[in-house]
C-alpha cells in the first residue's frame, strides 16, 4: 500500500512535466511558424497560367544558379566572371549582422545591374553585371538572401502595381525582427510593408509557389 502511494505521489509531477513540454513545444512552433504574406497576406494558390508556369521555371533555374556558382567559387578561370561577382556579393553579405545583410544586398544588386526596359525573365547569375527590368533585381536578390542562410518562407517576391503607372513592378520582401521590408530597385533603402502605401500588391511568389491577393 506505500509503494502504490509513492507512486501515485509522482504522478502530479509528471503531468506537471509533460505540461511544461507541450507548453515550450507550442511556444516553438509558433516561433518558427510561417509569417503570413507582407501587405497584409490575404491571398489564394493559383494552380495554373503563364506566371506559375514562369515562376517554375526560373525557380528551377536558381537550383542551376546555386550549383554554377559552387562550381565557379573552387575555379580560378576566368570566364567565372559574373558567377563571381554574384559570390562576392554574397560572402560580403555574410559578413554582416541583421538589417546590415539584407541592406547590403539590396544596395550592391541595384548597383551590379543596370536599369532596361521590359525584358524577359533572366536568372540571378545571368543578371548580375547585365541590364535588366524589376524582375532581374528581384530574382537576384531572392537568390542572394536564400545563399546568405534567410530560410525560404521569410522571402517572398511581390508583384505590386505602382499607383498611377501603368506598369506593374515586382519587389522582394523578406521578414525580419517580426515585420516584411521591401527591397526594391528603385531606392537603398529598406522600407515596411505597411509603410508602403505607393503599392497594391497584386501577387506573391516564393517556394510555394504563386498566391493572387484578394480584392481589399
Same mark, same amino acid.
Given at each position: 500500500?506505500?509503494?502504490?502511494?509513492?507512486i501515485?505521489?509522482?504522478l502530479?509531477?509528471?503531468? +506537471?512535466?509533460? +505540461?511544461?513540454?507541450?507548453?515550450?513545444?507550442?511556444?516553438?512552433?509558433?516561433?518558427? /511558424?510561417?509569417?503570413? =504574406?507582407?501587405?497584409?497576406?490575404? @491571398?489564394?494558390?493559383?494552380?495554373?497560367?503563364?506566371?506559375?508556369?514562369?515562376?517554375?521555371?526560373?525557380?528551377?533555374?536558381?537550383?542551376?544558379?546555386?550549383?554554377?556558382?559552387?562550381a565557379?567559387? =573552387? &575555379?580560378t578561370?576566368?570566364?567565372?566572371?559574373?558567377?563571381? @561577382?554574384?559570390?562576392?556579393?554574397i560572402?560580403?553579405?555574410?559578413?554582416?549582422?541583421?538589417?546590415?545583410?539584407?541592406?547590403?544586398?539590396?544596395?550592391?544588386?541595384?548597383? &551590379?545591374?543596370?536599369p532596361?526596359?521590359?525584358?524577359?525573365?533572366?536568372?540571378?547569375? =545571368?543578371?548580375?553585371? +547585365?541590364?535588366?527590368?524589376? *524582375?532581374?533585381? /528581384?530574382?537576384? *536578390?531572392?537568390?542572394?538572401?536564400?545563399?546568405?542562410?534567410?530560410?525560404?518562407?521569410?522571402?517572398?517576391?511581390?508583384?505590386?502595381?505602382?499607383?498611377?503607372?501603368?506598369?506593374?513592378?515586382?519587389?522582394?520582401?523578406?521578414?525580419? =525582427?517580426?515585420?516584411?521590408?521591401?527591397?526594391?530597385?528603385? @531606392?537603398?533603402?529598406?522600407?515596411?510593408?505597411?509603410?508602403?502605401?505607393?503599392?497594391?500588391?497584386?501577387?506573391?511568389?516564393?517556394d510555394?509557389?504563386?498566391?493572387?491577393?484578394? @480584392?481589399?
Amino acid at each position: 500500500m506505500p509503494r502504490r502511494e509513492a507512486i501515485s505521489g509522482t504522478l502530479p509531477n509528471v503531468r +506537471a512535466i509533460l +505540461a511544461a513540454l507541450a507548453l515550450v513545444i507550442g511556444m516553438a512552433h509558433f516561433a518558427y /511558424a510561417r509569417p503570413i =504574406d507582407p501587405f497584409g497576406g490575404n @491571398t489564394i494558390d493559383v494552380p495554373q497560367g503563364p506566371l506559375v508556369e514562369g515562376w517554375q521555371t526560373v525557380y528551377e533555374e536558381l537550383g542551376g544558379d546555386h550549383a554554377l556558382l559552387g562550381a565557379c567559387v =573552387d &575555379s580560378t578561370s576566368t570566364e567565372c566572371g559574373p558567377p563571381r @561577382t554574384l559570390w562576392e556579393i554574397i560572402t560580403e553579405a555574410r559578413d554582416q549582422d541583421g538589417l546590415a545583410i539584407i541592406g547590403h544586398i539590396n544596395r550592391t544588386i541595384n548597383l &551590379s545591374i543596370t536599369p532596361f526596359e521590359p525584358s524577359e525573365w533572366l536568372t540571378a547569375v =545571368d543578371a548580375i553585371n +547585365a541590364e535588366g527590368d524589376c *524582375k532581374a533585381y /528581384a530574382t537576384a *536578390k531572392y537568390f542572394a538572401l536564400r545563399e546568405v542562410g534567410i530560410p525560404a518562407d521569410r522571402v517572398r517576391l511581390v508583384i505590386v502595381h505602382q499607383r498611377n503607372h501603368v506598369e506593374d513592378h515586382m519587389v522582394v520582401a523578406v521578414y525580419q =525582427d517580426g515585420r516584411w521590408l521591401i527591397l526594391d530597385n528603385l @531606392t537603398l533603402a529598406l522600407v515596411q510593408d505597411v509603410d508602403e502605401t505607393q503599392y497594391a500588391p497584386l501577387f506573391i511568389l516564393d517556394d510555394h509557389g504563386v498566391r493572387l491577393f484578394q @480584392t481589399r
